[in-house]
């Protein structure tokens, strides 16, 4: 999505406007300085809050895609009045597939992990110091000037990050971190236009002149929104602008604001936004041959979404019946399965499964000994759950039987009061 080039004419006179009104306040202390040195990796997983120094290794199951990129980085770092007094709100569109998120076409809209940089001048945690302090908002249907509604995703405040080997200040000595933040829950963030802000929490050691704010000890590192050397204010492929809005205090927009050099459109806040990779739910089943009576069903299995599961009975049974799903993740010689005895090895005790095998067909590798949530459920009602939103779960094969209990009419196919039901299984996808 593009915006219009009347955007860019009323985002020129705002510019201007905002920027006389924020030059009379003495609250806010936005200033930008230029960085030379390499940055460091970082990844924090916020599950567990774990800090991990260096690229983190994973074995999610998952893939992911970038969705929205905008680390650039030019080289410069902006800071604010700090303490909470102060946030910025970037703007852009996410999902665009253009820009430098050209052949991207990705619709789970499920948020696994961000990355950005950002520098600090607090003294480590781990000599003795706070370390870097910092808050992150992310906004749905955010425009430029802070005008349209928008919808609050997350928020979330992250304090002990790894800083300076002093406590110092924007003007002195501080370090820079890139930092990649994995979500778990995952963050459902639907594509088109968004925010995300950067509050500025901690303080640094003196004051700026003339207006006397008092900078914040963490502060964001800059990207460029089109070129590290073009004009200010041109749109980019992302919709992103060469502006930043000012809230000072964090519910009153101050000002929207740009640095305003002669070249380089580097006011902007980094960020990258990591997806889930699309991922469609699928869902089979299998009756065993002969076909068990009693039936299985369910629906697709997709990470966030509501799963259902009902088994029907298919043989008369002299008393109300009841079933319990078991999972397993792989088929067991479809589709005819293999027969299993009367007293399954492993099964919990008192399990009878009668001395006929017929009905006893084992579709799915289920542990007998781990039953899921779905216990005793009446025969002919529903199991409900949630499946969680974790990318661990994405392109997991999976697959279930029940164990069906009740006294069956004396004749019926096989005698014996438990059988097992046929079998579900799938592909646990991003969307159904």
Known sequence: ????????????????????????QSQSGKVFARYNKPLKSLSLDLETGTITRGPQVSNRKGNTVIDFDNID????????????FCKWVDSGFKGTGTGRTAGVNN????????????????????????????GLHFYEGYTIFGGAATTSVCHFTLTGLPANTASSSFFGGF??????????????????????????????????????AILAGTWPFLACTVSCSGAILQLDGQGMVDAIDEYCPPSFLLATFTFGTTSGSFTSVSMAIDEVEDQTA?????PGIPPAL???????????????????????RTKGGTWTLYFGNTGVAKPSGFDIGQFPKGSPAGT????????????????????????NIPLGSGCHSVIPKKIGLVCNVWCGQAVVVGGVQAGAQGGGNTRLSGSIGGILGTHK
């Open 175 to 212: 370090n820079c971190f890139f930092i990649r933040i994995f979500f778990s829950p995952l963050k459902c963030f639907a594509d088109g236009p968004i925010g995300y802000g950067f509050k500025f929490l901690d303080q640094g050691t003196g004051t700026l002149n003339p207006q006397g």
């Open 1 to 24: 999505m593009m915006v219009p080039k009347k955007s860019l004419i009323l985002a020129g006179a705002a510019l201007a406007l905002f920027g006389a009104a924020s030059s009379a």
């Open 282 to 286: 699928t869902l089979t089943s299998c």
């Open 73 to 84: 980085l030019g080289g410069f770092v902006g800071v604010d009045t700090g303490n909470g």
């Open 352 to 375: 009878n499964l009668g001395t006929s095998k017929n009905g006893r067909r084992l579709l799915c590798n289920i542990d007998g000994n781990n039953p899921s949530g779905c216990a």
């Open 107 to 134: 619709n789970s809209d499920l948020m696994d992990s961000i990355i950005f940089a950002y520098c600090s001048a607090k003294l480590m945690p781990g000599s003795g110091g706070p370390g870097g302090s910092l």
């Open 294 to 316: 009693d039936l299985l069903t369910s629906n697709a299995a997709a990470v966030g979404c509501d799963w259902w599961a009902t088994v029907t009975g298919g043989l008369t």
